[in-house]
């Protein structure tokens, strides 16, 4: 089945640092990924649609400047927390649309906002 | 509100009982998706259901795709403790992709 990385999976930082984190599809193009965020014990939330060549587009209530995402390849999408604070402390997990229908999802980011 | 409803939204259960989860939704899908995720992990894809009234088996899960495209059923016959996880029904309408709430399956030795 289709492969989807992220790195890192986990990641500690001090608050008002920013953090990256990258979602690549290993071995197919993904024109549309996705990134959520899931609290303990909750399903998934979605936070953006990030499409190659183009700007994400946000769900409502997701600060755009907060969460700023990249698209820059067929393979590869990535989500900055800028100036993290410990209420962005979360599962953040990030998944790739294979032939429009599927959605295979990264193994996930744990982040930690000290 | 959830474009996806499902039900339960915590079963727990002990090993060698059946069980069924359900999705649905007064909207029409062009697919359904069930994924099953376990603690610290992403979501893991079971099964994509495209046609009407279609019925797909994986091993002790049934998965059955309603007539009018609309809602979603997952049957376990046997659960094992491994089946424990957090079971997610997503949808595909309009290239736009939509998950239910998830139901959190416990099965106990």
């Known amino acids: 089945g289709a492969v989807v990385s992220q790195h890192p999976s986990w990641v500690i930082c001090k608050s008002g640092t920013s953090v990256k984190i990258e979602c690549r599809s290993l071995d197919f193009q993904a024109t549309t990924m996705f990134w959520y965020r899931q609290f303990p014990k909750q399903s998934l939330m979605l936070m953006a649609t990030s499409n190659e060549g183009s700007k994400a587009t946000y769900e409502q209530g997701v600060e755009k400047d907060k969460f700023l995402i990249n698209h820059a390849s067929l393979t590869l999408s990535t989500l900055t927390v800028t100036s993290a604070h410990p209420e962005d402390s979360s599962f953040y997990i990030c998944?790739?649309?294979?032939?429009?229908?599927?959605?295979?999802f990264g193994p996930g980011t744990r982040l930690l906002v000290l | 509100t959830q474009l996806l409803e499902q039900s339960p939204q915590f079963l727990s259960i002990q090993e060698g009982e059946n069980l069924t989860v359900y999705c649905n939704s007064s909207?029409?899908?062009?697919?359904l998706q069930w994924y099953r995720q376990e603690p610290g992990e992403g979501p893991v894809l079971l099964v994509t259901?495209?046609?009407?009234?279609e019925v797909k088996k994986l091993k002790r899960l049934t998965f059955q795709f309603g007539d009018a495209r609309k809602d979603s059923s997952l049957h376990i016959t046997a659960a094992q403790p491994g089946d424990t996880g957090l079971y997610l029904c997503?949808?595909?309408?309009?290239?736009?992709?939509?998950f239910g709430a998830g139901t959190r399956l416990t099965v106990k030795p």
């Open positions: 998944s790739a649309l294979q032939w429009k229908e599927t959605q295979y």
């Open positions: 997503a949808g595909a309408r309009n290239n736009d992709m939509r």
């Open positions: 909207s029409v899908f062009s697919s």
């Open positions: 259901v495209v046609t009407g009234g």
